[in-house]
């Protein structure tokens, strides 16, 4: 029997990057299943349809694969390509739809949550560029989500995802490829590998820490094999299905370890860390941390030293809440500075039309126009390229920006598992407030303008609206509220903090010092801590 019945369940709404369960959700029979077919329903069939196909290697990733490969046969598609082990960091994902011209890829991953049977799973939808699915698609396919009646799967045995080759379900090709060497290639076209290995050559030390997460094999190959990177430079470089209980998520919370490692007398040179599905970087060196915005204005400034990037930069673009660190650089430059909702779904147009060469998120999250996804091991990748080519260290890089550009101190505070309808109605009395707000004084501060943003995408004219809320003081600094899109367990509220130094004095202050004035000014108004009983934020990057 190829044809299932099934009924709709309601949630399956995609958020902020795919739709993120908790893995027993996506367990229960049809689940998965039903979400798969209205992704099929939505793109208007896989009929004769090329996918690719592979994720983080997290716990229930195989099993999915499985159903994936005999719905995508008994929907007629013609070929899949899936990453040996149903392995695929999602911007090696990215790169391999492009090269292969496939008509999109689904991408079992939930990114930087933990991962386990009482943990998260995901599946992600990507179109034929290469990029997350933009909204237009994800409303197509939460809207087949509520229309489903069956779903189509092929009776037939797992297929052998652990050998390379062709194999075949029906008419349908199933093409088992190493998951690392196209990815590895891309990066040796962007990068002087020379160069970089007459760093390591000359003694520089790496710390590089995948989470046990899927980048470790990438990273082995790219750091150890191609560069000659000391061997054991890449840490927790096995995928684990748990990600041996680690949380892969790149931030000092998170990655406590490496920040340890890297805060100690006797720390490497350089460190770094990816999430779960290698798309999200933490930079550091040797008592140094570049936070995510600050590493975004560093690239911009310094991308040309790369040879894929000799050209310069046809112009750059963040999401909102990221700080304006990187809109200093571009005005430099001379360049296009594009501000976008949280989510690299928004910059696949900007892409697209050659608009933008740079994009990055406060998350830990940058990339180039290589791929449509940001991409963590490009982002180490630029950044040992700058030290090469400059001969400097990461703190030395770090505080030339700050003297030439000055600094933009940033923080986010993160709240979890709030109750849904607490943290909603914060929101709701403080956007209901918004139009009062500008010329009050809130604990000292004076607040000038306050508003919620919305989007216009300037290529498809797309209009995103309700992306977060902002409160701008006067002297230029600002918080942003908004709620996660990617949390599986009530609601995630994140705070964003920001404050410009103009320097030449004040450019070596403890953030969450420099901006407790805004933090303040924040509670006083909204009262986060007041409301939900919280001492404090949970995480604070
Ligand atoms: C978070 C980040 C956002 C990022 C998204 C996906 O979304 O804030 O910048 O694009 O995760 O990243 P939210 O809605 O929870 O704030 V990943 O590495 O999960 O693909
Ligand atoms: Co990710």
């Not at 891309?186 to 030390?205: I, P, V, Y």
């Not at 990187?326 to 296009?336: N, T």
């Not at 320097?503 to 407790?516: R, V």
Request: aromatic letters at 8%; charged letters at 20%; one cysteine or more.
């Amino acid at each position: 029997m190829m044809r299932h019945p099934t009924q709709a369940i309601a949630g399956q709404k995609p958020g902020t990057s795919g739709l993120r369960k908790k893995t027993r959700v996506f367990m229960v029979p049809g689940y998965l299943e039903n979400f798969v077919q209205a992704t099929f329903d939505a793109i208007g069939g896989a009929e004769g349809k090329t996918f690719v196909l592979g994720g983080d290697g997290r716990y229930f990733g195989l099993e999915a694969a499985q159903v994936i490969l005999k719905m995508a046969a008994a929907n007629g598609a013609a070929r899949v390509i899936v990453g040996q082990g149903a392995w695929l960091s999602t911007p090696a994902a990215s790169h391999l739809i492009r090269l292969r011209r496939a008509d999109g890829g689904l991408i079992l991953s939930a990114s930087h949550n933990p991962g386990g049977p009482d943990e998260d799973f995901g599946v992600k939808y990507n179109t034929a560029n290469g990029g997350p699915a933009a909204e237009a698609v994800t409303e197509a396919i939460f809207a087949a989500t509520l229309e489903i009646t069956e779903y189509r799967k092929a009776e037939t045995a797992d297929i052998d995802l652990a050998s390379l080759g062709e194999k075949r379900i029906g008419a349908m090709v199933v093409e088992v490829v190493d998951p690392v060497a196209a990815y590895a290639d891309l990066m040796e076209t962007l990068f002087d590998f020379k160069a970089l290995r007459s760093l390591f050559h000359a003694g520089f030390s790496a710390r590089i820490d995948s989470m046990n997460a899927i980048t470790g094999p990438y990273a082995v190959e790219i750091f150890e094999h191609r560069l000659g990177a000391a061997p054991g430079s890449v840490v927790h470089a096995r995928p684990l299905p748990d990600f041996g209980g680690m949380h892969p998520d790149p931030n000092p919370t998170w990655a406590h370890e490496l920040m340890a490692a890297m805060m100690a007398p006797d720390a490497p040179d350089f460190g770094a860390a990816s999430d779960g599905d290698g798309d999200r970087n933490m930079i550091l060196g040797r008592g140094t941390y570049v936070s995510p915005s600050d590493s975004l204005a560093v690239i911009a400034a310094q991308m040309q030293l790369a040879p894929g990037y000799a050209g310069g930069l046809k112009g750059v673009a963040r999401s909102m809440p990221t700080s304006a660190a990187v809109d200093r650089v571009a005005e430099a430059l001379g360049i296009a500075c594009y501000e976008t909702p949280t989510g690299w779904k928004f910059f696949g147009n900007l892409l697209d039309a050659g608009r933008v060469t740079l994009c990055g998120e406060e998350s830990f999250g940058t990339g180039s126009d290589h791929v449509r996804e940001k991409d963590g091991l490009w982002a180490v990748l630029m950044w040992l390229s700058i030290l090469a080519a400059t001969g400097k260290s990461v703190a030395e890089v770090l505080a030339e920006h700050w003297a030439r550009f000055g600094r933009t101190y940033y923080s986010r505070h993160d709240y979890e598992a709030m109750p849904i309808a607490t943290a909603e109605a914060m929101l709701a009395d403080l956007r209901a407030g918004l139009g009062a707000l500008a010329g009050r004084s809130v604990a000292g501060l004076r607040i000038s303008s306050a508003d919620e943003f919305a989007y216009t995408d300037p290529v498809d004219g797309a209009v995103s609206e309700g992306q977060g809320l902002r409160l701008l003081f006067e002297g230029g600094a600002r918080a942003v509220l908004r709620l996660s899109g990617t949390g599986t367990e009530g609601a995630t509220l994140r705070l964003y903090l920001e404050r410009y130094a103009p320097g030449p004095d004040g450019l070596a202050d403890d953030p969450q010092a420099a901006l407790a004035p805004i933090a303040q000014a924040v509670e006083a108004l909204v009262g986060i801590c007041r409301r939900s009983g919280r001492k404090g934020p949970d995480v604070v990057t």
